[in-house]
């Protein structure tokens, strides 16, 4: 088998000990070449743990009802954010050609305006291919003090095993089936889903569901407990045999706790699979579709944020 290893890096973090976290994510990186990965994938936002205020309570993370100590908080929090040609990134960007294996390192991306919530797709030679800014940034809470993603990303990835289409999404973006839609209409092979949030049932049978409607192999690297609860995840797309029975599209899903888990992904069988079933763009009516790109929100939907505005979505 032609088989793509893509190592998930399932940790805890050391908050935002910037230096702690490059130095802890490097030991895993290692582990994850030991174990003969091509790609090794970090969870949300490594470089300062996900981080929001240091000792304040959840529920007072509202941004139109900030206090002073808090507006202070945040401030500092957002000055924790880093360049795409910081010494953190340059860091993992050494390691990957030492290694020579690729890194999708994620970080707080400092920005015109507020900081990304970013992750950025490091060649095998220590370049960078993708560099993605999440779009569906949580705007009914503390994220609604990053600056969103404006598009989705899909590069070519030199590995081992050949060139192989990467794209990119972040968390909340997983929960929406447009992100993954366009990133197959985008020629998308495998989708890099770093995380930060409890992978439950129903997340996680979203992100399986994303792999099969749009015949692409998903990855999704996330905290260990603690922090969240682990079980980083990954799906290939092959709901069915060639004889027509039905299979398991699970790859690997960890436990709770920290570790390197290998997802093996069959190129050759993948890519036989996306020439010949019926899911992905084979059957599509786009010209039937314009109500996705409406602008309105009608109740049920509409939300308050956490600026305490009605959410509109061409504001973001």
């Known amino acids: 088998m032609n088989e793509l290893q893509i190592a998930l890096l399932q940790m805890t973090s050391l908050g935002s000990d910037q230096q702690a976290n490059l130095v802890k994510g490097e030991a895993f990186c290692r582990r994850a070449k030991d174990m003969g990965a091509d790609i090794a994938l970090f969870p949300e936002m490594w470089n300062i743990g996900y981080t929001w205020y240091a000792g304040c309570p959840d529920d007072l993370h509202e941004i139109g009802n900030e206090t002073s100590e808090q507006r202070q908080a945040r401030a500092a929090w957002q000055a924790q954010a880093i360049g795409r040609d910081s010494a953190f990134v340059g860091h993992f960007r050494e390691l990957a050609t030492e290694l020579d294996m690729a890194i999708a390192i994620t970080y707080l991306e400092s920005w015109t305006g507020p900081p990304r919530n970013t992750v950025s797709l490091i060649d095998r030679h220590g370049e960078i291919i993708l560099t993605y800014a999440k779009v569906h940034t949580c705007d009914f809470s503390m994220e609604a003090a990053c600056t969103s993603g404006d598009d989705f990303y899909v590069s070519t990835l030199d590995t081992a095993r050949g060139p ?6 972040i968390c909340y973006d997983r929960e929406f089936p447009e992100s993954a839609r366009i990133l197959m209409l985008k020629g998308a ?17 979203q992100f399986r569901v994303r792999a099969v409607e749009n015949m692409i192999g998903v990855a999704m690297a996330n905290y260990a407990a603690p922090q969240e609860n682990g ?13 027509g029975c039905s299979r398991d599209t699970l790859i690997i899903e960890a436990g709770e706790g920290e570790g390197v888990f290998l997802a093996g992904f069959d190129l050759d069988t993948l890519r036989d699979y996306r020439q010949r079933e019926t899911w992905g763009n084979a059957f599509r009516r786009p010209h039937r579709y314009g109500a996705l790109t409406a602008t309105t929100i009608e109740q049920p939907f509409i939300r308050i944020n956490a600026a305490g505005e009605v959410y509109d979505p061409t504001k973001r």
Do not use: K, Y
């Open 164 to 169: 192989v289409e990467i794209g990119a999404m």
């Open 189 to 205: 092979e495998i989708v890099l889903t770093p995380n930060a949030c409890e992978l439950e049932q129903n997340r996680l049978g």
């Open 231 to 243: 079980h980083s995840v990954a799906f290939d797309p092959i709901g069915f045999t060639r004889d």
